[in-house]
């Protein structure tokens, strides 16, 4: 981005510590967005793991039969 104000030159002790800086926010940000990722494909996995067992027992009759105990 250009600046009409002019930024002073930042030695390379600076240069390399924004340079750090700048990785680490990158590895933050990946590892917030991996976990994110695992949490959504395990509350996916966990979701038909549910419609699927609730799909069998439909099929046999299993959730019928607990309400018609009642």
Request: charged share 25%.
């Amino acid at each position: 981005m250009l600046s009409l104000y002019p930024h002073p030159r930042k030695s390379g002790n600076e240069q390399e510590e924004v340079a750090l800086q700048n990785a680490s926010k990158q590895i933050v940000q990946t590892a917030i967005l991996q976990a994110v990722q695992q949490v959504s494909q395990e509350s996916q996995q966990k979701e038909k793991r549910v419609n699927s067992s609730v799909s069998l027992q439909l099929e046999r009759g299993e959730l019928t039969k607990k309400h018609e105990k009642k």
